[in-house]
């Protein structure tokens, strides 16, 4: 199993542009989520799904949409670009959203909007 | 307010000498607790979780975790350091059933 993989690793974005991250993953996990983490900051939870055709906000949602069309992939959206969303976006997924279960994470993806 | 403490930004041990990274808690209701590690220009790999049980919890390469509910601590321990688990270490604390709430994360550093 190639596990969560995300595309691109590397972006530079202008203010006021759009573009989606990808994430998809092949470990058949029902729940999928994606965080961001700011330079010396733990993780945010910025949208979770928790099965195809059914996603919910996070911590920080504000300029951001998701998808998920399929169980494999869960993209997320800029429409707007701002300079606060320059971060490092990381995708996980998991069997269940119950307590005790264990998130996977892709290797994430670096933005920097200008 | 949901929240996890790593108190110190940067730990520095030399190559065979014990580590502790440490983490606190401060959540409602008992929660499930994880430590994650992140290498440079990946993501996070699981380290191990503390669910319910024993109080002393081993998990990956070695580390284990001791759960204190007394004083809401879940340090990360490792006997005999490599200069191999340099690398950035995530507490986290999972008090419901959606969001994962990480700690600002301590950076290793293991001096050959």
């Known amino acids: 199993n190639a596990g969560v993989t995300q595309t691109p690793k590397f972006r530079i974005l202008k203010i006021g542009q759009s573009m989606t991250l990808q994430c998809t993953q092949d470990m058949n996990h029902n729940y999928m989520y994606w965080y961001r983490q700011d330079p010396g900051m733990g993780l945010k939870l910025i949208y979770y799904s928790v099965g195809a055709g059914i996603t919910d906000k996070g911590e920080v949602p504000n300029g951001y949409n998701v998808s998920r069309s399929t169980t494999e992939d869960f993209p997320l959206r800029l429409e707007l670009a701002a300079p606060s969303q320059t971060s490092v976006y990381f995708c996980a997924s998991s069997v269940g959203l119950a307590d005790r279960d264990t998130q996977y994470f892709g290797p994430g993806t670096r933005l920097t909007v200008l | 307010a949901q929240s996890v403490a790593q108190p110190e930004d940067q730990v520095n041990v030399a190559e065979g000498n014990p580590l502790t990274v440490k983490c606190t808690y401060s959540?409602?209701?008992?929660?499930?607790l994880f430590w994650y590690v992140q290498y440079p220009n990946r993501g996070l790999q699981f380290l191990l979780k503390?669910?319910?049980?024993?109080?002393l919890v081993k998990g990956s390469y070695g580390f284990e975790a001791e759960f204190n509910k007394s004083q809401t601590s879940f340090h990360l321990k490792k006997p005999s350091a490599l200069v191999s688990d340099s690398a950035l270490y995530f507490c986290a604390v999972k008090p419901g059933a959606n969001n994962l709430f990480f700690g600002t994360g301590t950076r290793l550093t293991v001096i050959p």
């Open positions: 959540v409602s209701g008992n929660p499930y």
């Open positions: 503390y669910i319910t049980g024993d109080n």
